[in-house]
Every structure is written in C-alpha cells, then in structure tokens.
C-alpha cells in the first residue's frame, strides 16, 4: 500500500477512535452498561416530569375551578316560569273581646297561636299556598265570662276552652314586585279553608264572690276572680229577697235552667250542643311582604283579618 494511503488510513482510525472516546466520555462510558440504561431511563422519566431520586416533591399548579353559574342564585323568577316552595309557618290569631260581644256579653281578648306546612305554586304573578296547619284555641285557666245578649246578669257563664283546630287552606295572593332583582314583593289576596274541631269547652254557671252577704252588689264581668263557680243547682237556696226600696228583682243565681256544673263539657253539634264540628277560615284581604336573598329561599310576613280576629304571620320557604 502506498504510503500516502497508509497516512489516510491512520488519520481516519485516528479520527474515529478520538470520536468513540469522547462520546463515550459523554455518555458515561466509564459506567457499566446497567448505569448506562438506569441513567437513559431516569433521563426520559425527567423529560416526563418525574423527579429525580431525592428530589423534593414540586407542588404541581392546581386548575382553577370553574365559576358557578351565576343564574342558580339569581333570585329574579322568569314570569313564564312555574316555581314551587314548600314553606314552615307560624301565624298567631288574636281573637278581640269585641268580637265575642256581637253575640252577647262579656268575653275575652284570646290569642290562638298555630303552625303549619305549605306548599306553594307562583307563575305570572300569581301566587296560590296550599296550607295545613293546627291552631290552639285554649283559654287562661280562669277562663272568661259570657253570657247571652238578652240574658240577665244571673245567667254569666264561666267558659275555658281546650278547643284545637286543624285546618286546610287555600290562599291566592297577587305578586307586585318593588325592584328588578326579584328580591322584594307584596303579596295581596285573601284566603279560604276549612278546620275541623275537636277537644273540649267547658261551661259552669257563676255566681258573684260574696254575693250571699251583699246581694244588691252590682257584679262586674271583668274581674274573673271575683266570681265563683256554682257547685250544683239552687246552692244557695231560695232566690233574695229584693232589697227594700229597689227595682231590680231578686236574682236566681245557681238555678236549673241547665246542668252547667262542675266539669260539665258542651256538647258538640252532632249531639246537640253548641260546639261546632267544623269552623269556616276566611281571610280577607291578607297583606304580605316577601324577601327572597337568593333564588331558593324566601321569607314572608303576613298579616290580615279573618272570621276568628286578625292575624300575623312568619314563615320561611325553600325552592324545589
């Protein structure tokens, strides 16, 4: 071989084991052939985002939530949209004394407190709540004094009430909103139902504290206390002479006109008494003032006149 061509030769081998000796020392060639493949392996794990061993955990950035969807909130009702409620309420119904004076004399202001669970359906404006709801009609311990309107005073009752009442109800209210949002409304209408009665109403017949020592005593029908019940009929014998010089006639205090002694309790209609069976609810007009803070809740305030006084009213409702 030329001599020319064994220099090229040698510079070529030269050149290729420089090259295979600098990669080598590149790639670690000085590690065994397991590092090698150990050391690829760590590198692709990296270029995929794994940590080298050692390294502390890096806190990968966390997606961000996606936004709530504003309208499940909006409080403001599409006015071609049903919306349904289902309501707890309290309404308290005061009774006037002056209202029991229509049918005789004497009476008590009473407050019959209730509660009760409503549904409500609202589209267009217009409101209907369907209610069912128990009402006590207790009476104080002492009860209170009535008589008939055309009766004397001799005929004075002592009436205590354990009367309950559940009733079933149907309002229908006209929705005015006060601003864009839906958040504030009145609510004017009025309402009917029915309430079935039960419980007791107990009659006995009075007659004036000391009435026996001063029988001209004028009695008053306001102070409760100052009468005493009749134990039985004619307990205290014969009626009293009139006083001398007066007009009044004697007064037939604990007569027989009735067995209204002791416990006795008034009968219902069925059986011939004066104790209703059923009890009418009307309510008009029914003012109410609502607030919704959010789409699925409302409170309301109600107040009104209705067959039994006027009444007030709070409730609190959630969206369906």
């Not at 004094?145 to 149907?170: C, P, T, W």
């Not at 209609?269 to 003032?289: D, E, H, M, R, T």
Request: proline share 8%.
């Amino acid at each position: 071989m030329p001599f020319s061509a064994t220099r090229s030769l040698s510079f070529l081998l030269a050149s290729a084991a420089l090259t295979f000796t600098s990669t080598a020392a590149a790639e670690g060639f000085d590690k065994s052939a397991d590092d090698v493949i150990a050391s690829k392996e760590q590198a692709e794990k990296e270029a995929q985002g794994e940590k080298m061993p050692g390294e502390k955990d890096k806190k990968k950035p966390e997606a961000a939530e996606a936004p709530s969807d504003p309208a499940k909130w909006d409080p403001f009702e599409d006015p071609h949209k049903a919306y349904y409620f289902v309501d707890l309420k309290f309404r308290d119904v005061v009774l006037p004394k002056f209202m029991m004076s229509v049918f005789g004399k004497g009476g008590a202001t009473i407050n019959v407190p209730s509660v009760g669970a409503e549904l409500g359906y609202r589209k267009g404006g217009i409101e209907i709540d369907s209610t069912v709801w128990y009402a006590d009609y207790s009476s104080s311990d002492e009860g209170f004094l009535f008589r008939g309107k055309n009766d004397g005073d001799e005929a004075y009752e002592r009436i205590m009430s354990s009367l309950k009442v559940l009733y079933l109800s149907v309002d229908l209210l006209k929705d005015i909103p006060i601003d864009d949002k839906g958040r504030f409304s009145f609510l004017i209408g009025g309402g009917v139902g029915i309430g079935f009665v039960f419980g007791n109403l107990f009659r006995n017949q009075v007659v004036p504290s000391g009435y026996a020592g001063n029988p001209g005593s004028t009695p008053d029908p306001n102070n409760v206390g100052a009468w005493s019940n009749c134990p039985d009929a004619n307990a205290l014998g014969a009626p009293q002479a009139p006083i001398p010089g007066s007009a009044n006639p004697p007064k037939a205090w604990c007569d027989r006109s009735n067995d209204h002694y002791g416990t006795y309790s008034e009968k219902s209609w069925a059986n011939g008494g004066s104790k209703p069976i059923v009890f009418p609810w009307v309510s008009i007009p029914q003012l109410s003032f609502r607030y919704k803070p959010v789409k699925q809740v409302q409170i309301r305030l109600d107040t009104g006149w209705s067959l039994s006084g006027f009444f007030f009213g709070l409730s609190g409702g959630y969206g369906l």
